[in-house]
């Protein structure tokens, strides 16, 4: 079992930043996916970011309409992810989910993930 743990949402001005971590417990696998997803009241759960470490590299994914403005990293023993977002938009409004793979898959589909946080939430005012 893994155990995912979020912390750093909260609310924050259009143009403001925020720094998301989910620090990861249990049995962590190597060199699948960890990534982050936001649902937003009323729509479906979305892609945000995804990074696999594999040896001494890494692979980072991200959604379109995140790309220049998230970046997402890891700590150096890989159990915490961070999602650092800048550049935030109303429409960033969410809560956002860590999720973890037990076996690599495609990154970008909610379902290729077997563990989940309880989210923590993001405010983003006009």
């Known amino acids: 079992q893994v155990q995912l743990v979020e912390s750093g949402g909260g609310l924050v001005q259009a143009g403001g930043s925020l720094r998301l971590s989910c620090t990861a417990s249990g049995r962590i696998f190597s060199d699948t996916h960890m990534g982050w997803f936001r649902q937003a009241p009323g729509k479906e759960r979305e892609f945000v970011s995804a990074?696999?470490?594999?040896?001494?590299?890494?692979?980072?994914f991200y959604a379109d309409s995140m790309k220049g403005r998230f970046t997402i990293s890891t700590d150096n023993a890989k159990t915490t992810v961070y999602l650092q977002m800048n550049s935030l938009k109303p429409e960033d409004t969410a809560v956002y989910y860590c999720?973890?793979?037990?076996?690599?898959?495609?990154?970008?589909?909610?379902?290729?993930?077997?563990?989940w946080g309880r989210g923590t939430q993001v405010t983003v005012s006009s």
């Open positions: 999720a973890a793979q037990s076996v690599a898959r495609r990154p970008d589909d909610p379902g290729n993930f077997d563990y």
């Open positions: 990074i696999r470490s594999s040896g001494f590299s890494a692979y980072y």
